[in-house]
C-alpha cells in the first residue's frame, strides 16, 4: 500500500524560504512520476512543479525561479524547496504519486490522474 507523508510546512514572512518534505512508502520510484500541488482556500488545486524518473523537472510559472524540486531515491522522499516566498503561496500543499512508468507527460494540469496523495501540509505566507 503507497502512502505519502507531507512535512515541512509551516508560516514565514514574505521572501522567507520552506522546505517541504514528503516521505513515501509502497512505491518504487522508478515507476512514478511525483510532483507538488497546492490548493488556497476558495481555489482549486493548482500544479506546482513535477518530477519524472529520471529527474525532469516541470513547474507553474507562477514559481519558476523560486521553487526546486527534487527528489532522493534512496530515502524515497520528495522535497521542495521554496524560496522568496509571496503572500500569494499561501496554500495547503500536497504531494502526489502517479503510476505511469515514471513519465509526468502533462502531469502538472492533471490532478485527477494521480493515484496517491498526501494528508498535506500548511504553508502561510504573511507580508
Known amino acids: 500500500q503507497v502512502q505519502l507523508v507531507e512535512s515541512g510546512g509551516g508560516s514565514v514572512l514574505a521572501g522567507g524560504s520552506l522546505r517541504l518534505s514528503c516521505a513515501a512508502s509502497?512505491?518504487?520510484?522508478?515507476?512514478?512520476?511525483r510532483g507538488w500541488f497546492r490548493q488556497a482556500p476558495g481555489k482549486g488545486r493548482e500544479g506546482v512543479a513535477t518530477i519524472d524518473r529520471y529527474g525532469r523537472a516541470t513547474y507553474a510559472d507562477s514559481v519558476k525561479g523560486r521553487f526546486t524540486i527534487s527528489k532522493d531515491n534512496a530515502k524515497n522522499t520528495l522535497y521542495l524547496q521554496m524560496n522568496s516566498l509571496r503572500p500569494e503561496d499561501t496554500a495547503m500543499y500536497y504531494c502526489?504519486?502517479?503510476?505511469?512508468?515514471?513519465?509526468?507527460?502533462?502531469?502538472?494540469?492533471?490532478?485527477?490522474?494521480?493515484?496517491?496523495w498526501g494528508q498535506g501540509t500548511q504553508v502561510t505566507v504573511s507580508s
Open positions: 502526489a504519486a502517479r503510476r505511469d512508468g515514471g513519465y509526468c507527460y502533462g502531469g502538472l494540469s492533471a490532478s485527477e490522474s494521480y493515484n496517491y
Open positions: 509502497g512505491l518504487t520510484p522508478s515507476s512514478y512520476c
